[in-house]
């Protein structure tokens, strides 16, 4: 109520009845043009955000993925309405409260110091948003762990040097500088390094971790797509650090299988 | 302002006495000793140090050997040895001498010498900020081309990764002395009404230490570069080239600086303030810049450790962080980033004080929520020594502590949105002066909200795994760094200007750069979300056709905040010889400083002042003041 | 102040940024000669597994030092490194199947990798050393590889890997002052034209952690462009 108060002291509609503070202060000019402005930001940005991030970011080929891209429109239609927030008041204020010229404005300004109400209503707002953001990324972070919990995983050891990859099977005891993975199987990487840190990063399966040099990191992953994905190094490792890439191929498990089988060399160029 | 003016008694010394061998010192001296004593020592060096096994360390000895010699020699010669000198021998400089360091009546030469008044020492860090930005935004331009050639290349590979290195390395230091280094020296002191900061000698010592830098970042062109990247992260760093006892040193001299600037102006503000200025009358930029400078001082210390921790494992093998024989990166990376996260409030916080000591002048109300701000400002401070390992939940260090860092982090918004709270609720119902300083206010608060949202989607562990080391990332912090950082420090150039120098910044000028600079930044790092959503790694200096587009627009939004940022340049040249006569208080505002004359004489107050309110009281009926 | 004045100081001072940028753009290009480009020589046809192609071969040396390629008679900045050459750029026709002959002259050991100790992206995986057909050498006696890849874009995937086994130390010196060195020749089919690096993935780069510093992490020693072009190009 304080808030209230503090706002319509000095403002056009001086106060009739306290139950009504809120409407009249709802219906005070310059709020009424934040307000306009306010709408007018959430909706642009929402709707920019949903016609144009989803095609932004990189085709999703696992749950993680598709987990990373919803968080990340979750979070932004999240912040869609703070931010509007911020643009509101300053789109009122400028359109509205402009003084040009070389002297300065008058002081004829409402001396507002502080406004109790004001404040506590904006901590509480982040605080609850703060929790949200908390709740949501502790769940999704359980969700996207779930393959490497997988009885059934596939383990390929992956080593990262200067400036290449390779991968091994250690079930099928096989050795390659491209990925092959049955699709809808969970998997489960090794990740290591032979000298500097490298990071070891499927772009559309929204999983990365870092290669270091005598320690093995892990990471897992259920792809959910056939077809060929980019493995790329997220980590300055030196002169070629830009083309330490290859690729992932997604196959079908009879593919796979048939792939492990054929123990000649698979690799023959060029590839198509 | 409600402010008293008394006289202070002071007794002169009347006694002439000769100024001793400071007359003699300065800048180029300091630079014919340092080159002397590093071409001594690296020759007795390559005599002494003899050929091993291992001739690499044995170059990294000499070329640091040669370096620390240099700065010894430098530093002695620009005479910041004098002082300690006498001291030893129990003795001190003499009032002349004094006088003489305070660059009593010396004219433009003061510039050049280890002055000690604070005014030059901020015009000093003014102009090295300015070449530092230059420089920084020259290599900006190279990386730019490189990657705006149809899917990069044009650059050879070593060359591109130290460009990276130093456009780092540099926009860092050049970031974290912008507002602390030119207005906390220059407009600190005057606005809490001291004669001096309290320690004089520190600070000509906190800025002739930087100078002592450049020389040995030059050298690093000769020595092979930089190019394991500002980061420095080992073992790459322990990998590279003799560029890389370069960064070394430059770190560590730079936190000393910064050390001793951040204990300086600390105490200034704790204890030298006018009488009557309690904490709840004290300017908010006091409190944001001593936030800032003394969350430098845990943290760079670290940076200090690691980078001689480094110099070790380079120089004689100490294995620190080389994995091979027991050494870790993880090591490297924690020391790294427990500066790594407060450094980037250090850089923030003084620029988003600035705007807050600026948008009360503009609005003409006061400062809305004044005791939120300081909770905000202290809350950033407290939470941000324990955020640091968000930079590491991929590395596969401790997975077990992603959860609680992604905690501490995600808390960060809510001292963060109180400074949002603080802005908004000043602007709100204020006046909108739309001069140059203002431009600013409003330009911090549109970048620093994408700043600070997209941080919110990096501080989601699974949001990170997908999104770290990429293109998405380096947008981010630029937008924080310098769509919210830079902005408040363009912000506090204008506003401070004519107290700096005496006449107005030019308007017009000002204007058609800051359009350009805000739409070319908005332009080129707009792209970089997008070509980092898509999955461009950071850092690259080829990539794939696919992110063609996304490159070439960020490439010509950078071209377009480079010319901005020359016409920048420009007015402050034009403005600083010729521009229009300012008086000593052409905005209208009521902290101290605009209270003096300008240009402000030696000891700033001809009588010091007595503080009987806070200086924010616009449109608040004033009592006369007795 | 007139104005016209000041608008030419601020054109100035973007003409002079400007002109800073370019020449700094200039010589970051520069600052290393670019490499001269060594071509495959285009010689007939040969009949492959994928049907009778444009045949093309080149040779490319590997030395214990800088002192016999591009990189001058001293040596240039570090005669100490070890080296490819004649030259660090190669340039191969595209849909052909091209022969490279490597002369060997640097000695070597335990590669840590042994993925690299075998051939890959060969006509059948093989090559030849000293006459002899063979998959892969000895992962613990390696010289150097000469391993071909690229990034991720819009031209063909290549993966190309020759490990190059060390010369005997004890043998009669040639001539040249160097052991006598391994012969190996790999044949292998390119496919569409494109840009490749190709790097030695046996870490050679001495007086470095894990031996990538030096000559392996500086430009035109031991990595550098391999292009594959229309054949008519």
Redesign the interface.
């Known amino acids: 109520m304080w808030l209230m108060q503090m706002l319509s002291e000095t403002g056009e509609d001086t106060t009739k009845q306290s139950g009504n503070r809120v409407s009249s202060f709802l219906s005070r000019r310059d709020v009424q043009q934040a307000i306009r402005a306010w709408v007018f930001w959430a909706v642009t940005l929402g709707g920019l955000g949903y016609l144009f991030i989803p095609h932004l970011m990189a085709d999703s080929a696992s749950k993680t993925m598709d987990i990373v891209k919803s968080t990340f429109m979750a979070f932004y239609y999240t912040s869609v309405p703070v931010a509007a927030v911020v643009l509101a008041i300053a789109t009122q204020t400028v359109l509205h409260n402009r003084h040009t010229g070389t002297a300065p404005p008058p002081d004829d300004n409402p001396a507002i110091e502080t406004n109790q109400m004001a404040n506590i209503v904006w901590v509480v707002i982040s605080s609850a948003l703060c929790v949200f953001l908390l709740v949501w990324g502790l769940v999704v972070d359980n969700v996207v762990a779930e393959p490497s919990r997988a009885a059934n995983a596939t383990v390929v050891n992956v080593t990262g040097q200067q400036w290449i990859w390779t991968f091994n099977y250690p079930d099928a005891h096989k050795d390659t500088s491209e990925l092959y993975l049955p699709v809808d199987q969970p998997v489960i990487f090794k990740v290591q390094s032979k000298d500097v840190t490298h990071a070891f990063w499927i772009v559309q399966m929204g999983i990365k971790i870092n290669a270091n040099r005598g320690e093995i990191t892990e990471t897992a992953v259920t792809p959910n797509k056939i077809g060929v994905f980019d493995v790329r190094c997220a980590e300055l490792c030196g002169l070629l650090h830009a083309h330490m890439q290859t690729r992932v191929h997604v196959v079908s498990k009879a593919d796979y299988e048939k792939w492990l089988a054929n123990q000649g060399s698979v690799e023959q160029w060029p590839a198509s | 302002m409600a402010s008293e003016l008394i006289t202070e008694d002071r007794t002169r010394h009347s006694a002439k006495k000769s100024v001793g061998i400071i007359r003699h010192l300065n800048l180029g001296t300091a630079v014919i000793v340092g080159a002397l004593l590093a071409v001594t020592v690296n020759r007795i060096a390559t005599k002494l140090i003899i050929e091993g096994d291992?001739?690499?360390r044995r170059h990294d000895q000499i070329v640091m050997a040669t370096m620390l010699a240099w700065f010894i020699g430098f530093m002695i010669g620009i005479g910041a040895l004098v002082g300690p000198t006498r001291w030893f021998f129990g003795k001190d400089l003499n009032h002349d001498e004094a006088m003489f360091l305070a660059g009593k009546d010396m004219g433009i030469k003061r510039y050049f010498r280890y002055t000690t008044d604070h005014k030059v020492v901020g015009i000093q860090y003014l102009i090295l900020t300015i070449a530092l930005f230059?420089i920084g935004g020259?290599?900006a331009?190279?990386i730019r081309?490189?990657l705006g050639h149809e899917?990069?290349?044009?650059?050879?590979?070593?060359?591109?990764?130290s460009?990276v290195g130093f456009h780092g390395l540099i926009m860092i230091i050049a970031t974290i002395i912008m507002i602390t280094g030119p207005f906390g020296n220059f407009i600190l002191p005057i606005m809490i009404g001291a004669r001096d900061m309290a320690f004089p000698r520190l600070n000509a010592l906190s800025f002739w230490l930087l100078i002592s830098i450049l020389p040995i970042l030059a050298a690093t062109i000769a020595l092979?570069g930089i190019?394991?990247?500002w980061s420095g992260?080992n073992?790459?760093a322990?990998?590279?080239?003799l560029g890389v006892d370069s960064y070394i040193f430059t770190i560590v001299i730079f936190a000393i600086s910064s050390a001793v600037a951040g204990a300086n102006i600390t105490t200034t503000a704790m204890k030298m303030r006018a009488r009557g200025m309690n904490w709840s009358r004290t300017p908010l930029f006091v409190f944001g810049t001593v936030a800032s400078v003394a969350l430098a001082l845990p943290a760079f210390p670290v940076f200090m450790l690691s980078q001689v921790m480094s110099a070790m494992d380079r120089a004689f093998g100490a294995n620190f962080f080389?994995?091979?024989f027991g050494g870790s990166?993880?090591l490297y990376e924690n020391l790294f980033w427990i500066m790594g996260h407060p450094e980037v409030y250090v850089i923030l916080i003084p620029a988003v004080v600035a705007i807050m000591e600026i948008t009360p002048?503009f609005?003409?109300?006061?400062?809305?929520?004044?005791?939120?701000a300081i909770v905000g400002i202290f809350g950033i401070v407290g939470l941000s020594i324990f955020v640091w390992a968000h930079h590491m939940y991929?590395?596969?260090w401790a997975p077990l502590l992603?959860?609680p860092f992604?905690?501490t982090t995600?808390?960060i918004?809510?001292p963060t949105?109180?400074l949002?709270?603080v802005i908004?609720?000043t602007?709100?119902?204020?006046?909108?002066?739309?001069r140059l300083p203002m431009l600013s206010v409003?330009a911090l608060?549109?970048n620093f909200?994408?700043g600070g949202?997209t941080g919110?989607?990096l501080?989601?562990?699974?949001?990170d795994?997908?999104l770290?080391?990429?293109m998405f990332v380096t947008a981010h912090f630029h937008y924080t760094l310098m769509g919210a950082g830079l902005t408040g420090a363009l912000g506090a150039l204008a506003y401070w200007f004519p107290k700096m120098t005496g006449r107005m910044l030019?308007e017009k000028?000002g204007r058609i750069s800051f359009w350009l600079v805000q739409i070319g930044f908005t332009v080129t790092f707009f792209g970089m979300?997008?070509v980092g959503?898509?999955?461009q790694?950071?850092?690259?200096?080829?990539?794939?056709?696919?992110f063609k587009n996304g490159n070439l627009i960020s490439t010509m939004g950078a071209y377009t905040i480079?010319?901005g940022m020359?016409?920048l340049?420009?007015?402050v040249?034009?403005s600083w010889r010729?521009?229009e006569i300012a008086g000593s208080n052409p905005?209208?505002a009521q902290t101290l400083e605009w209270m003096t004359p300008t240009p402000v004489p030696l000891e700033n107050f001809e009588v010091l002042p007595v503080v009987t309110t806070n200086p924010?009281?616009?449109?608040?009926k004033q009592e006369t003041s007795s | 102040m007139v104005p016209v004045n000041k608008a030419l100081r601020t054109l100035g001072v973007i003409a002079i940024g400007s002109l800073v940028v370019s020449l700094c753009v200039v010589l970051a290009m520069g600052v290393s000669k670019p490499p001269s480009i060594l071509k495959a020589i285009q010689n007939g046809k040969a009949q492959t597994p994928e049907g009778l192609l444009p045949a093309a071969h080149m040779e490319i040396s590997i030395w214990p030092d800088s002192m016999q390629g591009m990189h001058g008679a001293h040596g240039g900045a570090h005669p100490d490194f070890v080296s490819y050459g004649p030259t660090s750029h190669f340039q191969v026709p595209a849909h052909s199947v091209v022969t490279i002959t490597f002369k060997q002259y640097d000695s070597g050991e335990k590669i840590w990798n042994p993925y690299f100790a075998k051939v890959h992206g060969t006509v059948d995986g093989s090559m030849t050393l000293d006459g002899k057909k063979v998959t892969g050498i000895d992962p613990n006696a390696v010289g150097h590889t000469f391993t071909v890849h690229g990034m991720n874009t819009g031209q063909p995937d290549m993966f190309l890997s020759i490990p190059l086994p060390p010369t005997d130390e004890e043998s009669e010196p040639e001539p040249n002052g160097y052991a006598k060195p391994h012969i190996i020749t790999a044949t292998f089919i390119t496919g569409a034209a494109g840009q490749y690096i190709w790097n030695c993935e046996y870490p050679c780069g001495d007086g470095s952690y894990a031996k990538f510093g030096n000559a392996m992490s500086t430009g035109g020693y031991m990595s550098g462009i391999f292009d594959v072009v229309d054949a008519n190009a």
Do not use: C
Not at chain 2, 427 to 434: A, D, E, F, L, Q
Not at chain 2, 616 to 620: A, E, L, N, S, V
């Open positions: 291992e001739t690499w230059f020259v290599l331009m190279l081309t490189n899917s990069g290349g044009l650059i050879p590979p070593q060359v591109y990764n460009i092979g190019p394991m990247g992260y073992p790459l322990d990998q590279g080239p080389n994995p091979e990166a993880w002048v609005a003409r109300k006061p400062l809305f929520s004044f005791n939120m991929i590395s596969g992603n959860g992604m905690l995600e808390l918004s809510i949105g109180l949002f709270l908004l609720g602007i709100w119902r204020g006046s909108v002066w739309t409003y608060l549109f909200i994408i949202v919110i989607f501080s989601d562990v699974p949001e795994a997908a770290h080391g990429s030019d000028l979300f997008a959503l898509e999955g790694p950071r850092r690259v200096e080829a990539y794939d056709i696919i480079f010319i020359l016409i340049l420009a007015a040249i034009t010729n521009g905005w209208g924010y009281q616009y449109g608040i």
